[in-house]
């Protein structure tokens, strides 16, 4: 039987039920649209990560006091570091290395800033006028710390928008004094807009001179280094020189952990993608649970149309004409639930977020659609190959007789 | 030709058996139009359905044209359904979805014609019932006689070399049964087609030019009809 005509009167016997055909077909639309929606959920989190990191500035090491076995593990919360790291250790290891590019110090800490009457807790953090760059934040006006401040212990210090906004509003702050703690600073730059990385607000912080924040602290302990390497190829080369510099100073013992970005990134990469794994897979359940509503109501279907079967058979139709008829019918209801699910979860992917009152980054990508695409297909198939089967291997004398 | 020998047909069901035939023999020449006649339950069904290759015999040799059929297997038997018979049965077996051009059309669907010749020749063969002006109409909206009109179109749109027909007058009034045997008849006269129709009534099996009679699953009288109805 030829093909065209095959798939006119799968078509029409589909038709023929059309709220049975549609609501059979609303099971598969659901786990599509639920395999697409928490795909572009869990790869929107992982594309969001990714960028986060990057902002945060790329080909960076990492060194915290304290050792942490865990490669790749987050950076230690805890400061209580056996051995301390010191000013000195990031100049010496950006002296001493040849891969290294930069070797910034940061001092951070909580600290009260008070501006005429208003006053509010901040985070300040010590550095190198490096910590720039590394970082990849600008400036919007005046200047950064430089060099000379560090040297000179100057009490200068930058602001970050949320910080300037809330103690000067509108109100120029270049040259203003403020007070961080007890000491006096002149504010000698205002940061541009940077935003929140990984839960970290960029722009509610203050940066001072690292001496002068140590004073502050009063602690030579740093926070940590950054680090950043000439050449990212030379990563695992830097971290190794790194180690070797820093045990030697450290009177061979490894008290600290170097973290990469790339480390960061490669763990949450993998989370995210075990995530979205998971995610997809639930979904998937509820795709093969609308696979066996097409099973279910085809088996009806065969039954109900016991005598057609009889009547196509007596008249010449062969297994193959009969199986192929019954298998169309399922694998339509499940291709074109497929599309629909497919174009509802990426219209909802794209459409969703813009009315939730919390942030979530989704990305419809290629691979869900083909992969819902196929995996609905596929469901059509396994589920509709045993009640065509079954209609295939009818007995034409029992099925014309059947009422 | 038709050549049946010794064909028995067992139907086993759990521990007791049915013997429906029990070594039936028939030859059956080209062009013959054959009444089969017996009580019920005799086996005329059964015997039907073997020569039209629905079914295959327990036992025995059924030759088609020469070609022993009895071990064929059920595609093989599909193709000889669909290129050599026809098949009118009592109660129509039409599709109720389709429309009369469409039921006439299905065995062209599972043939070797081509798909834009479909509609010539079901049409061709409504004509020669005279349902030209019912194409579409549904089974549901055509009369018992017109339905019947319908299959013998459907039976003879592939242009089978031989029609059977289980008693296709069964359900229908005495007029339009006889409407439906004079078409048999001219099928039989004008084309050369063999038709064999299982049938209870004496004066439909005059319409034929030969009476077989059947009981307990085996021939016991095989007649000549004398001057047959027209
Ligand atoms: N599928 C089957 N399973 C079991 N027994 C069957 C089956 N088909 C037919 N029989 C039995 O075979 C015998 C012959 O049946 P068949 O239908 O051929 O009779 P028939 O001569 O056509 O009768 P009628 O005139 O009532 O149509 C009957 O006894 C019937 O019960
Ligand atoms: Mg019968």
Redesign the interface.
């Known amino acids: 039987m030829n093909i065209n005509e095959t798939f006119k009167v799968s078509l029409e016997a589909l038709l023929a039920n059309k709220i049975r055909s549609s609501l059979t077909m609303l099971g598969v639309i659901i786990g599509v649209t639920a395999v697409i929606l928490l795909v572009s959920v869990g790869e929107g989190a992982r594309l969001y990560i990714e960028t986060e990191l990057t902002g945060l500035g790329s080909n960076l090491l990492i060194v915290t006091p304290g050792k942490v076995d865990t490669r790749g593990s987050f950076r230690p919360h805890s400061v209580g570091a056996i051995r301390k790291l010191s000013y000195d250790d990031a100049l010496f290891i950006k002296r001493r290395s040849q891969y290294l590019k930069e070797a910034v110090p940061v001092i951070l800490g909580t600290a009260n800033l008070k501006y005429k009457n208003l006053s509010r807790d901040i985070t300040v953090i010590g550095l190198t006028p490096e910590y720039l760059q590394l970082r990849i934040l600008k400036i919007e006006s005046g200047s950064f710390v430089t060099q000379v401040d560090v040297d000179t212990k100057k009490k200068v210090i930058v602001l970050g928008r949320t910080a300037k906004r809330e103690l000067f509003g509108n109100e120029n702050a270049l040259g203003k004094l403020v007070t961080v703690g007890e000491s006096r600073y002149r504010v000698v730059g205002i940061m541009s807009k940077k935003g929140v990385s990984l839960g970290f607000d960029f722009d509610d912080v203050v940066f001072i001179p690292v001496t002068s924040a140590g004073e502050l602290f009063d602690t030579d302990k740093l926070f940590e280094i950054i680090t950043s390497v000439k050449n990212p190829e030379n990563l695992d080369k830097a971290i190794a020189e790194i180690k070797e510099l820093l045990i030697k100073r450290h009177s061979n013992k490894e008290d600290f952990t170097i973290t990469s970005q790339s480390d960061i990134l490669s763990t949450m990469q993998t989370i995210l993608t075990i995530m979205t794994g998971v995610l997809a897979g639930i979904a998937g359940i509820s795709l093969v649970v609308g696979g066996i509503g097409i099973m279910n109501i085809m088996l009806v279907s065969v039954r109900e149309r016991t005598r057609e079967i009889g009547i196509r058979k007596a008249v010449g139709a062969k297994h193959k004409d009969i199986l192929i008829q019954f298998l169309i019918e399922s694998i339509t209801l499940s291709v074109v639930g497929g599309i629909i699910g497919i174009i509802i979860g990426a219209g909802s992917s794209v459409v969703i977020p813009f009315f939730l009152p919390f942030y979530l980054p989704t990305e419809v990508t290629l691979w869900s659609v083909l992969l819902a695409f196929f995996f609905s297909a596929a469901v059509g198939i396994f589920f509709g190959i045993y009640p065509a089967r079954k209609a295939s291997l009818l007995d034409p004398i029992e099925s014309l007789r059947y009422e | 030709m038709i050549v049946l020998k010794d064909i028995k047909k067992r139907y086993q069901m759990g521990d007791q058996s049915i013997d429906a035939l029990r070594g039936a023999s028939l030859v059956i020449k080209e062009g013959e139009f054959i009444s089969i006649m017996g009580p019920s339950g005799s086996g005329k069904s059964t015997l039907m ?1 073997i020569i ?1 290759c ?2 295959r015999p327990t036992s025995g040799s059924y030759k088609f044209d020469n070609k022993e059929v009895s071990q064929l297997n ?2 093989e038997l ?2 000889i ?3 050599k018979i026809g ?1 009118i ?1 009592q109660s129509f ?3 109720p ?1 389709f429309t009369a051009i469409k039921n006439v059309e ?2 062209l ?3 070797r014609v081509s ?1 834009n010749e479909w509609h010539k020749t079901a049409l061709d063969a409504m004509k020669s019932v005279g349902l030209e002006n019912r194409l579409n109409h549904k089974p549901s909206e055509l009369s018992g006689g017109q339905q019947q009109r319908v299959a013998i179109a ?1 039976a003879l749109v ?1 242009n089978p070399s031989i029609i059977l027909a289980d008693e296709p007058t069964g359900n229908l009034d005495s007029k339009s049964g006889e409407q439906i045997m004079k078409i048999l008849q001219g099928l039989n006269e004008d084309k050369g087609v063999t038709i064999i129709l299982v049938t209870h009534e004496p004066n439909i099996a005059q319409f034929s030019k030969r009476i077989i009679h059947i009981k307990d699953g085996a021939v016991i009288k095989d007649e000549k009809v004398t001057n047959n109805r027209k």
């Open positions: 359905n039209g629905l079914d059920d595609d599909a193709s359904r669909n290129e098949f049965f077996n039409l599709l979805r299905l065995p669907i599972y043939s798909s459907r592939n």
